[in-house]
């Protein structure tokens, strides 16, 4: 069955400090990944999307994504975090040609410490 | 606020119970998904209407069922409810089927049955 990882289940910086999170998927097909930000309390906010092309992707607040296909990888990337950061971060996607569900990770959660 | 209107916000029920939860679409988007998030399972998929019409099923259970108006709203009903049915409800929406846009989220309902 198609799966997403999500290497670690909880994170913790200092700000300031440089976040990569990990995610891979297992399906060998076509893919839209995808990063979402759950803040506590709120609902889930699209981070980045990739669809295709520049396999570097930027999203909002800083964030950017890179799609590394022979991985199978799509790890989320801040090169300096605040403690605003802090939130549940959720690796997504939705395999092409079936439908728009999107397959979730299990989340990361990301504590940042001021 | 990314335009997606759950009601309710949360929900106390007992054991044997059944509910409703409702969900409007964003404007104009005509494909609703629900997804089920606890501790446990993390966020999983559960069903995805368009335009009125079922689209695809997830895990979810023979209890729940699912049904989207002319109006395009949604609801969730839950029924024969057991304590594991727990969790954080989300709707959410996109303008079409498929994979090309990634659904908005609305804020959730929280069920908890006692």
């Known amino acids: 069955a198609q799966s997403v990882s999500q290497h670690n289940h909880h994170v913790i910086l200092s700000e300031a400090a440089s976040l990569e999170l990990g995610c891979n998927y297992s399906?060998?097909?076509?893919?839209?990944l995808f990063w979402y930000v759950q803040y506590p309390g709120q609902h889930l906010q699209l981070l980045l999307k990739?669809?295709?092309?520049?396999?570097l992707v930027k999203g909002i607040k800083g964030f950017e994504a890179e799609f590394i296909k022979s991985k199978f990888s799509f790890n989320l990337r801040k090169p300096s975090v605040q403690w605003s950061d802090t939130a549940e971060y959720f690796c997504?996607?939705?395999?092409?040609?079936?439908?728009?569900?999107?397959?979730f990770g299990q989340g990361t959660e990301l504590s940042v410490k001021p | 606020d990314s335009g997606v209107t759950q009601t309710p916000k949360h929900l106390i029920t007992a054991t044997g119970q059944r509910v409703t939860l409702r969900c409007s679409p964003r404007s104009g988007d005509l494909s609703v998904y629900w997804y089920q998030q606890s501790l446990d399972q993390g966020l999983q998929f559960l069903i995805q209407y368009y335009n009125g019409e079922e689209r695809a099923k997830g895990n979810i259970l023979e209890r729940f069922s699912a049904q989207q108006f002319p109006d395009l709203h949604s609801e969730l009903n839950l029924s024969s409810l057991e304590l594991g049915d727990s969790a954080l409800y989300f709707c959410?929406?996109?303008?079409?089927?498929?994979?090309?846009?990634?659904?908005?989220f609305g804020s959730g309902t929280r069920l908890t049955v006692v």
């Open positions: 959410a929406s996109s303008p079409n089927r498929g994979a090309s846009s990634p659904p908005a």
């Open positions: 399906y060998g097909g076509t893919v839209n």
């Open positions: 997504a996607v939705i395999i092409y040609n079936q439908g728009g569900k999107l397959i």
């Open positions: 990739y669809f295709s092309g520049d396999p």
